[in-house]
């Protein structure tokens, strides 16, 4: 079956870094797009960041553009998110999704099909 897990969130102080991870099975991994979502307390779901089947494109929110790095490995099944200089703006629960096609909409979840639980990442000021 379908399955996302992310792991890698923790608490940590404003400037430091995070490295997420999402460990993908039960899809072909290297043939979807990927992506990151994040969403605060009562706060509506938000777009992080995207990756090209082929690692070869990569795309960011304003927001995080320069200090996050989406990255994947198509052997391991699995995709990551290098976070330097985190802020308080960055407490959210981040969430690892799979595309099986987009079409330029990757910032949007309707184009997204599968969805991991999610991993907690809270930045102390």
């Known amino acids: 079956q379908v399955q996302l897990v992310e792991s890698g969130g923790g608490l940590v102080q404003a400037g430091a870094s995070l490295r997420l991870s999402c460990s993908a099975s039960?899809?072909?991994?290297?043939?979807?797009?990927m992506g990151w979502f994040r969403q605060a307390p009562g706060k509506e779901r938000e777009w992080v960041s995207s990756?090209?089947?082929?690692?070869?494109?990569?795309f960011y929110a304003d927001s995080v553009k320069g200090r996050f790095t989406i990255s994947r490995d198509n052997v391991k099944n699995a995709v990551y998110l290098q976070m330097n200089t985190l802020q308080p703006e960055d407490t959210a629960t981040y969430y690892c999704?799979?595309?099986?096609?987009?079409?330029?909409?990757?910032?949007?979840?309707?184009?997204?099909?599968?969805w991991g639980q999610g991993t907690e990442v809270t930045i102390s000021s």
């Open positions: 999704t799979a595309s099986y096609a987009t079409t330029g909409n990757y910032d949007q979840e309707l184009a997204y099909d599968y």
């Open positions: 039960g899809f072909t991994f290297s043939t979807y797009t």
């Open positions: 990756i090209t089947s082929s690692g070869r494109y990569t």
